[in-house]
Nanobody, 128 residues
Framework: VQLVESGGGLVQAGGSLRLSCVVSGLTFDGYAIGWFRQAPGKAREGVACISLSDENTYYTDSARGRFTISKDVSKNTVYLQMNDLKPEDTAEYYC??????????????????????WGKGTPVTVSS
């Protein structure tokens, strides 16, 4: 299984970026993808997650209203559209995959470690 993120970069506050996570070698049924981020010296935090079997999505407070997670099953890709970016959004962004129940548990309890599959991340820097 391989997850490859792309789309990060440098953007001014108020700008937008769209991150992509291309998934290969994974049977989508029963799995979910989460977007996570980690800034230097800070704990990993969840951003949003999406089921690969149905249309369920979930956003943490930091993302709700500004970010949109979506998927294109035909392209084996999950997206994170990020609008109205703020300097505090600066972090390395990762996508992670696991069975849907495990991803849901992570977001329910706010403990974002132990995903079965990880990408290498894409950096996002938001300047003020």
């Amino acid at each position: 299984v391989q997850l490859v993120e792309s789309g990060g970069g440098l953007v001014q506050a108020g700008g937008s970026l769209r991150l992509s996570c291309v998934v290969s070698g994974l049977t989508f049924d029963g799995y979910a993808i989460g977007w996570f981020r980690q800034a230097p010296g800070k704990a990993r935090e969840g951003v949003a997650c999406i089921s690969l079997s149905d249309e369920n999505t979930y956003y943490t407070d930091s993302a709700r209203g500004r970010f949109t997670i979506s998927k294109d099953v035909s392209k084996n890709t999950v997206y994170l559209q990020m609008n109205d970016l703020k300097p505090e959004d600066t972090a390395e962004y990762y996508c992670g995959a696991d069975v849907a129940n495990n991803i849901a548990t992570m977001f329910r309890y706010g403990f974002y470690y132990g995903q079965k599959y990880w990408g290498k991340g894409t950096p996002v820097t938001v300047s003020s």
